[in-house]
């Protein structure tokens, strides 16, 4: 069985969505499963993922209710492997065969939790201040950075990490750092790896998850 598991929440962006599943089983040799949570969609979501149901490397769970980004802990549930990935159903990674090697070699750093990847925002193409997890004045974006919190856009936590926390239910915006309080309080570093890249092709008007 490979190491990484890949998970995706999704709500209402079925374009998106379908490109980046298309993208992904390209390189499906290199992880066990994607597991998709569909957040009670009320576009063509639940349909376009009729398409990936006899898939091998797909597990879909269509939920009844939106439980915002707390859904990820459906996805955490179904997951067994030693690494997830956790990717916004509108980020896709970049350079994929590449992640997996350089994730593992990153863990092996000392009580290292979890990894946050750098988003280039595909409206503006590049990275934005909201979605960087550092000082604003920091001018290299391409150095690892241990930080003290995440941007969950593109991001990947340990098995203890996401097998004993969960992510608490504000429905969106308050996740990412409440969990980081939580892993940082408990001793776990958070690092800012710019060579675990995604393209965010962020919706301008906003998004309920």
């Given at each position: 069985?490979?190491?990484?598991?890949?998970?995706?929440?999704?709500?209402?962006?079925?374009?998106?969505?379908?490109?980046?599943?298309?993208?992904?089983?390209?390189?499906?040799?290199?992880?066990?499963?994607?597991?998709?949570?569909?957040?009670?969609?009320?576009?063509?979501?639940?349909?376009?993922?009729?398409?990936?149901?006899?898939?091998?490397?797909?597990?879909?769970?269509?939920?009844?209710?939106?439980?915002?980004?707390?859904?990820?802990?459906?996805?955490?549930?179904?997951?067994n492997s030693k690494y997830?990935?956790?990717?916004?159903?509108?980020?896709?990674?970049?350079?994929?065969?590449?992640?997996?090697?350089?994730?593992?070699?990153?863990?092996?750093?000392?009580?290292?939790?979890?990894?946050?990847?750098?988003?280039?925002?595909?409206n503006l193409k590049r990275?934005?201040?909201?979605?960087?997890?550092?000082?604003?004045?920091?001018?290299?974006?391409?150095?690892?950075?241990?930080?003290?919190?995440?941007?969950?856009?593109?991001?990947?936590?340990?098995?203890?990490?996401?097998?004993?926390?969960?992510?608490?239910?504000?429905?969106?915006?308050?996740?990412?750092?409440?969990?980081?309080?939580?892993?940082?309080?408990?001793?776990?570093?958070?690092?800012?790896?710019?060579?675990?890249?995604?393209?965010?092709?962020?919706?301008?008007?906003?998004?309920?998850?």
């Amino acid at each position: 069985m490979n190491d990484f598991n890949i998970g995706i929440v999704t709500f209402n962006r079925s374009k998106i969505l379908v490109k980046n599943l298309n993208k992904l089983t390209k390189y499906q040799k290199y992880f066990n499963k994607i597991i998709v949570v569909n957040n009670a969609s009320t576009d063509k979501t639940k349909y376009e993922l009729k398409k990936f149901l006899k898939h091998s490397k797909i597990k879909i769970i269509n939920l009844k209710k939106n439980h915002g980004l707390a859904s990820r802990n459906v996805i955490s549930k179904f997951s067994n492997s030693k690494y997830l990935i956790f990717i916004d159903d509108d980020a896709i990674i970049q350079n994929i065969h590449k992640i997996f090697t350089e994730i593992k070699n990153s863990f092996k750093k000392k009580n290292l939790g979890l990894i946050n990847f750098k988003i280039i925002d595909q409206n503006l193409k590049r990275v934005i201040k909201r979605e960087f997890p550092y000082r604003y004045n920091e001018k290299n974006l391409n150095k690892k950075l241990d930080v003290s919190y995440f941007i969950g856009a593109g991001f990947v936590l340990k098995k203890e990490i996401y097998k004993n926390f969960f992510f608490v239910n504000f429905f969106y915006g308050q996740e990412e750092i409440d969990l980081s309080y939580r892993l940082v309080k408990k001793g776990y570093k958070i690092e800012y790896n710019p060579k675990l890249v995604v393209n965010h092709y962020r919706d301008v008007r906003g998004r309920l998850t």
